[in-house]
């Protein structure tokens, strides 16, 4: 079984920092992107960032372009979102995902706050 696990949510004040980890376990693929989404109250899940398996490949939304940053620890099976510079508007619920391409499995999610 798949499982997605999140932590490092939280609040902060604009213009500050924090990291998301999202450690997974259950898995039996080759090729994934995994990466995390993120929806503020009355909106539409968003994608945020993601990052390939097979090149280490990764996009990011135009709205967190160069404040925030992607990256996985194979050996520990964890993928991690470095989030600096934060806004306001960065405030969400976060969830991390894995896209197989034939299934997508989410993780619970983490509540990120960003004061103004």
């Known amino acids: 079984e798949v499982q997605l696990v999140e932590s490092g949510g939280g609040l902060v004040q604009a213009g500050g920092s924090l990291r998301l980890s999202c450690a997974a376990s259950?898995?039996?693929?080759?090729?994934?992107?995994i990466g995390w989404f993120r929806q503020a109250p009355g909106k539409e899940r968003e994608g945020v960032s993601c990052i390939s398996s097979s090149d280490g490949s990764t996009t990011y939304a135009d709205s967190v372009k160069g404040r925030f940053t992607i990256s996985s620890d194979n050996a520990k099976s964890t993928v991690y979102l470095q989030m600096n510079s934060l806004k306001p508007e960065d405030t969400a619920v976060y969830y991390c995902?894995?896209?197989?391409?034939?299934?997508?499995?989410w993780g619970q999610g983490t509540q990120v706050t960003v004061s103004s």
């Open positions: 259950g898995f039996t693929f080759d090729d994934y992107a």
């Open positions: 995902y894995c896209n197989t391409g034939r299934d997508i499995y």
